[in-house]
């Protein structure tokens, strides 16, 4: 199974409201990864997690708060967003963290966040 | 940090070879070389990775300089279905933060 799954697929969220994105994989890989993109531009990384623990933390606001509950499941806990929050974020996983050999980052399909 | 730079964007017609290059001057000498495909609304997809000299797999082929301070992907005779962004990434595996650089954005007419 060489697949990372996102869910939701879509969520619309008030500013005031809580949700949560959830990434799952079962591959065994150790790191994984929430990167945001905006429409026309690259990803942008938020936070690396290897081995369960937050390695990266790209200076991102406090509203985003990851979670790593076990080594196959990455969250991304969500409160007073603001509109210019709205983007396509993307989960991702490696056997280990950074570039190098044979660690390419599979990514899961996105979850389209639309903040009102 | 190894920055890249690519071409913003290239035009191509169906069954032609496209050659993307990607300029990373500072590249480190433990870094290797990624590159990645992304359609709309889906997350990159790795295509293929080097170090140096050439690497082929079964969608692409990557040519690296022995000064390795640029690379080309060569996607031989593209169809519509390679119209994408093409992202060139250089990080190793003690590099934890993989930058993506702006991309190139190939699209392929019939």
């Known amino acids: 199974d060489t697949e990372v799954t996102q869910t939701p697929k879509h969520l619309v969220m008030g500013m005031t409201n809580k949700k949560s994105l959830k990434c799952e994989q079962h591959m065994g890989h150790r790191a994984m990864y929430w990167y945001k993109q905006k429409a026309k531009k690259p990803p942008e990384l938020m936070f690396v997690?290897?081995?369960?623990?937050?390695?990266i933390n790209e200076s991102v606001p406090s509203r985003f708060s990851p979670e790593c509950p076990n080594s196959s499941l990455l969250n991304l806990h969500l409160h007073a967003l603001q509109p210019e929050d709205s983007a396509l974020y993307l989960c991702?996983?490696?056997?280990?963290?950074?570039?190098?050999?044979?660690?390419?980052?599979?990514f899961g399909p996105g979850t389209r966040l639309t903040v009102l | 940090l190894a920055k890249t730079t690519q071409p913003i964007s290239m035009d191509s017609y169906e069954g032609q070879e496209v050659n993307i290059t990607c300029s990373h001057n500072n590249i480190a000498t433990n870094d290797y070389i990624t590159w990645y495909q992304q359609f709309p609304s889906q997350g990159p997809r790795f295509i293929i990775q080097?170090?140096?000299t050439k690497v082929t797999n079964e969608v692409a082929s990557l040519f690296i300089p022995a000064d390795r301070k640029s690379s080309t992907l060569s996607l031989p005779r593209v169809s519509l279905s390679d119209t994408a962004v093409y992202y060139c990434l250089v990080g190793d595996t003690g590099f934890q933060k993989l930058v993506f650089g702006t991309g190139t954005r190939l699209l392929v007419s019939p």
């Open positions: 991702a996983s490696s056997q280990f963290s950074g570039g190098g050999a044979h660690n390419e980052q599979f």
């Open positions: 080097g170090y140096k």
């Open positions: 997690y290897s081995y369960e623990k937050l390695s």
